[in-house]
């Protein structure tokens, strides 16, 4: 922990009333308030149902929104995992740089958005999150546009289970362009749902999370959830209907054209993709990087970028994805140098010859 000027050190003490939740709180051995020490430089020390969290006004403050959040989550019959804890602390964080904006309630500065179904409730970790949800309630088209990792299939999934149980659509589509990134689909065994299956699980694991496993079996026999390969949209009008494209990077500009005009009476498109790890042939144009900028500014369709500060999974990919955009930069960098070099080295010898 870095030294904190005696003028900036602050503690607080918080008690919790419930000693039931007290332990989920501070979790086993006491794991979350380890973290929150941890991520926010704080010292945090329980003793029974109280904390005292000792450490810089700021991020003080901070430990004890993240903690007071958590409780709040408790106290609503929700459990509290890691990653609730890590949300938390991203929470506190922008709300407690909002203290000083008079013109926000108190209420709405520890108010991310949320997903809630029968099965799960789910509030955005991140700031881009919480937008995305925003914009995906706001918008009839949806784009989400980042790394793996930060949610944006699983957080679609989750809304579009969402609306199907309130009866606000008949029906939730779900699809991929099942480009092959290594494999061919010849090569794999089985009949054509075994072949595409593979590359729609990510969908399928965000629905089981999401739904019960009757409810989900029921619906994609009924043919209420459907979940299919890019190409069996052609020729479709989807209509009272929640349609999800994901990986929508490795899309052909026909193919996202065929997808976006597919749009119907009452429904909601969300596509998500990550442009920079496109699988398609050198040379092709990738739709979801064609859509973006055709349809910027288009009234109706919301944009949500992530980054690798949203990265939800493990800390260390949010590194990773870090360490490729750092080369992505270096290797644009090099070629707008060696294209600038041939440029000035052009020019030269033009201005030689005329000489």
Known sequence: MRPIAASDMMHVVLAFEDNRLVSDLFGQFDQNLALIEQRLGVEAIAHGNQVTIRGNKTSTEQAKLALESLYTRLQGGHDITPGDVDGAIRLAEVAEAQLSLPTMEPKSRMAFAQIATRRKTLVARTAAQDAYIRAMDRSDLTFGVGPAGTGKTFLAVAYAAALLERGEIDRMILSRPAVEAGERLGFLPGDMKDKVDPYLRPLYDGLNEMMAPEKLERGLESG?????????????????????????QNTTSMQMKMFLTRLGEN???????DPSQVDLPPGQMSGLREALKILSGVEGISRVDFTESDVVRHELVARIVGAYDNESRRRLEAKERRQAEEAAAKENEEQGSKE
């Open 224 to 248: 209420m959830i459907e979940v299919a390969p890019l190409a069996f949209m052609r020729g479709r009008t989807l209509s009272n209907a929640i349609v999800i494209l994901d990986e929508a």
């Open 267 to 273: 429904s909601k498109m969300i596509v998500t993709g």
